[in-house]
């Protein structure tokens, strides 16, 4: 039994009288391989057409066209690629470690240099504290200022940053603001301003220094100046508690002293006590004698205009007030006053005259 003929050739039988095929030309047919890809790490060759020169008959064209002749095999065209992809994955990993690796160097080698350069200066004796200048100081020594800060001659000008002086200085009770300025190679500049006390608060069995400004900074301790009005009449618990309240309490009080000393009353009358009254009115024991001289809430400069006309009439007539009450609240305009009682005049006791003995004499 014959095979069957192929499904694209056309069989057709020929007859007796027909004429013999004529045989047809051998064709040379070129057949092109692609060259396989080289490597990405080798030079690149240009590739050269590969000719092969194939003698088949015509026929076999038809039977087996060039398009079905199979290409290179994956293994021969997929391996270099793969090869060069891998090699240069494994350049770039090693590129960005060295450059890892360098930072990582580059940043030891500062943070050494940086060590090295801090222990010198922190030890040597050319950056030692050779000049302290001092301002702004009134009341305190130069030895307690320099004990606050902290610093001394010789000491290293980096062991301590002028914002860590500056800050021990405003923690001393007595210097309200400071300012520090530090100068290579040895030099430090302070410049303080102190407090000045202006009232003493007693707040039960405790006495306190008020400054200018209306606010508590110490404790009263021996050597203290205690030489101002006394406040007196503030509940402990509630200046404690209430922080609004002892903040108006205190700028009223600043705002009375600052009247009274516009009113031209301050060097004619001091101030011994300011007392607060139950309903936050403020009563005054000014002068020698303790003058009572009640006030009330403010404003208080009108008021205290009204005083010293008061006192001057009483002057003209050799007269000193016991009170002067000037908290009226329905009549402004009314002042009262009551005098002092003159001191009853005691005359000395005569003391009986000896009369000698002897005879009576008659007139």
């Given at each position: 039994m014959s095979a069957p003929p192929p499904r694209n050739v056309r069989v057709r039988a020929r007859d007796e009288d027909e004429a013999p095929p004529r045989k047809r030309?051998?064709?040379?047919?070129?057949?092109?391989?692609?060259?396989?890809?080289?490597?990405?790490?080798?030079?690149?060759?240009?590739?050269?057409?590969?000719?092969?020169?194939?003698?088949?008959?015509?026929?076999?064209?038809?039977?087996?066209?060039?398009?079905?002749?199979?290409?290179?095999?994956?293994?021969?065209?997929?391996?270099?690629?793969?090869?060069?992809?891998?090699?240069?994955?494994?350049?770039?990993?090693?590129?960005?470690?060295?450059?890892?690796?360098?930072?990582?160097?580059?940043?030891?080698g500062a943070v050494a240099v940086g060590r090295l350069t801090r222990d010198y200066v922190r030890t040597s004796p050319a950056f030692a504290i050779a000049t302290i200048e001092l301002e702004g100081r009134e009341r305190l020594d130069e030895a307690e200022v320099l004990r606050a800060a902290g610093i001394a001659l010789g000491t290293n000008v980096f062991e301590l940053s002028p914002e860590d002086v500056r800050a021990r200085l405003e923690r001393h009770p007595w210097i309200a603001r400071a300012e520090v300025e530090r100068r290579l190679p040895g030099t430090f500049r302070l410049k303080v301003v102190e407090r000045h006390a202006a009232l003493v608060l007693a707040l039960g069995p405790s006495l306190y220094l008020v400054d200018d400004e209306g606010k508590v900074f110490k404790e009263v301790a021996p050597g203290d100046p205690v030489d101002f009005p006394i406040v007196s009449g503030v509940e402990r618990e509630r200046f404690l508690r209430e922080r609004?309240?002892?903040?108006?309490?205190?700028?009223?009080?600043?705002?009375?002293?600052?009247?009274?000393?516009?009113?031209?009353?301050?060097r004619r009358e001091p101030i011994a006590e300011i007392h607060v009254e139950a309903?936050?009115?403020?009563?005054?024991?000014?002068?020698?004698?303790?003058?009572?001289?009640?006030?009330?809430?403010?404003?208080?400069?009108?008021?205290?205009?009204?005083?010293?006309?008061?006192?001057?009439?009483?002057?003209?007539?050799?007269?000193?007030?016991?009170?002067?009450?000037?908290?009226?609240?329905?009549?402004?305009?009314?002042?009262?006053?009551?005098?002092?009682?003159?001191?009853?005049?005691?005359?000395?006791r005569e003391e009986p005259t000896e009369l000698a003995e002897g005879p009576a004499q008659h007139g």
């Open positions: 030309p051998r064709r040379k047919v070129e057949v092109r391989t692609p060259p396989a890809e080289p490597s990405r790490n080798r030079r690149r060759a240009r590739p050269e057409p590969v000719s092969e020169s194939l003698e088949m008959p015509a026929d076999a064209l038809a039977v087996t066209p060039l398009a079905s002749v199979p290409p290179p095999s994956g293994r021969e065209s997929v391996a270099p690629r793969f090869r060069g992809e891998r090699f240069a994955r494994a350049l770039r990993v090693l590129t960005t470690v060295a450059k890892i690796a360098g930072v990582l160097l580059a940043i030891g609004a309240w002892r903040s108006a309490l205190l700028g009223e009080i600043d705002g009375l002293l600052d009247d009274w000393r516009a009113a031209g009353l301050w309903d936050d009115g403020l009563t005054l024991h000014v002068g020698a004698d303790a003058m009572e001289v009640r006030l009330g809430r403010a404003p208080f400069l009108p008021k205290l205009r009204k005083l010293r006309r008061v006192l001057d009439r009483l002057d003209a007539e050799s007269s000193r007030a016991l009170y002067v009450h000037l908290d009226n609240v329905r009549r402004p305009d009314r002042v009262v006053v009551r005098l002092r009682e003159e001191p009853e005049v005691v005359l000395p």
